[in-house]
């Protein structure tokens, strides 16, 4: 199983950024995925996750109607969409597969997004 | 908002034994929650230990065993090694696919 993390990178407050998280070495369609974020120093925080067939999906409330989570389960592929950036939302950003016992059983290395002027 | 809330540090010798915890700021903790535990070292990302309570995910020593304690789950090392000096995290499942990790603690072994 491995989980690569990409589209990282600084950007002005308001801004828009979008992460992808490339998986592979499992059926990627029979999985849940799920985005932590860790801010500097500090802990991690969930942030949104989706269903295997991308039907069904949740947010934290820091993020709800800024951020998208979606998936291309043809390109084993889970993207973040992130509008409205706040210096709040600076953070390294990990995906995570999801199981059905509720935990999160692999995840990637993380990127790392800066928002600041 | 919930808030899961655990010890913010830990110190433990070489050998011995220290059990975190990790509760709710308001009711109590139990297995319908599916606790589950993480650790990361810095610059690492999070590595699983224990989920569904007390359940170890692979490889993990089995000096590491998770529980319910009151209204509390806990995380139990027996036996402390250096390289177990780590940030230890506890996420809970509150239902509607709603996650909270806990606020993290850090253990020392010295």
């Known amino acids: 199983v491995r989980l690569v993390e990409s589209g990282g990178s600084l950007v002005q407050p308001g801004g828009s950024l979008r992460l992808s998280c490339s998986a592979s070495g499992f059926t990627f369609n029979n999985y849940e995925m799920t985005w932590v974020r860790q801010a500097p120093g500090k802990g991690l925080e969930w942030v949104s996750s989706?269903?295997?067939?991308?039907?069904?999906?949740y947010y934290a409330d820091s993020v709800k109607g800024r951020f998208t989570i979606s998936r291309d389960n043809a390109k084993n592929s889970l993207y973040l969409q992130m509008n409205i950036l706040r210096a709040e939302d600076t953070a390294v950003y990990y995906c995570?597969?999801?199981?059905?016992?509720?935990?999160?059983?692999?995840w990637g290395q993380g990127t790392l997004v800066t928002v600041s002027s | 908002q919930t808030v899961v809330t655990q010890e913010p540090s830990f110190s433990v010798s070489p050998g011995g034994t220290v059990t975190l915890t990790c509760g709710l700021s308001s009711g109590s903790v139990s297995t319908s929650y599916y606790p589950s535990w993480y650790h990361q070292t810095p610059g690492q990302a999070p590595r699983t230990l224990i989920y569904s309570t007390s359940t170890r995910s692979s490889g993990v020593p089995d000096r590491f065993s998770g529980s319910i304690l009151g209204n509390k789950a806990a995380l139990t090392i027996t036996g402390a090694q250096a390289d177990d000096e780590s940030d230890y995290y506890c996420v809970l499942y509150m239902g509607s696919g709603i996650y909270v990790f806990g606020t993290g603690t850090k253990v020392t072994v010295l």
């Open positions: 989706i269903s295997s067939s991308g039907g069904t999906i």
């Open positions: 995570a597969r999801d199981t059905l016992m509720a935990y999160f059983d692999y």
